[in-house]
């Protein structure tokens, strides 16, 4: 499976790089550190800009090495430069690996410490989600995949079109591109399906995006994204929202529009 990534992607992660590090569950990494023997290899899948390796690793002790999966060079380019230090100050080396993330197997993560994504399992289908799971489950280690979105909104104040948009966009993400039917805000309790087949225990947390007036221009982005997704996937909506838009763009740049985007963070194999 290859993704065509939209223009700008890498910046968008960097915008929501400071909300994704203040959602994510750090009791799930307590949970995981006392399992891990030093030194460790940490497998981070989807790696993007490396905004998980940024946040994780100086949670954990060093040495670490990081094996960054992607399918864009530039993105793993980025992200083995930007790696810190371990906690208490340990090294921390990178490699990168380019491939289909849906293909990996087992032998892949042979030698893992830890499997680690961000923000991944919507893009997948429930088969892709099932052959990861698999892979995971065969290495034998802990899994540590945060912020899957779950479908759910609230924007405060609310307004009457809110509930209608977030329908249309999450039927949006579960829409069938080139074959594949992806799962969207189904993704999360898909994955903790399958590494229950395996036999392996999923722990679950929240770990929702609270945007105020100092993320301003996060929530723009995520709102301009979110509305044209649902009107991608319902054009007859255009028309009808376009008040909406103005009225909720206005109460952004106020600084008086709340947005919870909700998420879950997994970990697998901690029990």
């Known amino acids: 499976m290859t993704v065509e990534l939209p223009p700008h992607f890498a910046d968008w992660l960097t915008l929501r790089e400071p909300a994704d590090a203040a959602a994510r569950a750090g009791d799930l990494v307590d949970l995981v550190r006392s399992r891990l023997a030093g030194p460790l290899v940490v497998h981070d899948l989807g790696t993007g ?41 340990g090294p921390v080396t990178a490699e990168v690996r380019r491939g289909d993330l849906t293909r990996l197997t087992a032998a892949d993560l042979a030698g893992a410490s830890l499997v680690t994504a961000s923000a991944l399992l919507d893009m997948f289908t429930a088969e892709e989600v099932g052959r990861l799971v698999a892979a995971c489950a ?61 036999g392996v225990d999923v722990a679950l947390r929240p770990s ?30 255009v028309g009808p929202t376009r008040a909406y838009a103005r009225r909720r763009r206005a109460e952004i740049a106020a600084g008086r529009l709340g947005v919870l985007v909700d998420h879950l963070d997994l970990l697998a194999g901690c029990g």
């Open 208 to 237: 929702p995006w609270r945007l105020g007036p100092e993320q301003a221009a996060l929530a723009g982005e995520w709102f301009t994204g979110w509305l044209d997704a649902a009107r991608e996937q319902r054009p007859e909506l």
């Open 49 to 89: 800009t490396g905004s998980m390796g940024r946040w994780l690793a100086p949670r954990l002790p060093g040495p670490q090495h990081w094996v960054l999966h992607d399918q864009d060079a530039d993105l793993l380019a980025r992200a083995a430069a930007g790696l810190p230090r371990a906690a208490g100050g």
């Open 138 to 198: 065969g290495a034998g280690r802990p899994t540590l995949l945060a912020l899957s979105v779950t479908g759910r909104v609230r924007l405060t104040p609310a307004d009457p079109w809110d509930a209608e948009i977030a329908a249309a966009f999450n039927d949006h993400q579960r829409r069938t591109v080139g074959g594949r039917t992806l799962l969207g805000p189904d993704a999360v309790d898909a994955c903790a399906a399958a590494f229950a087949r395996h």
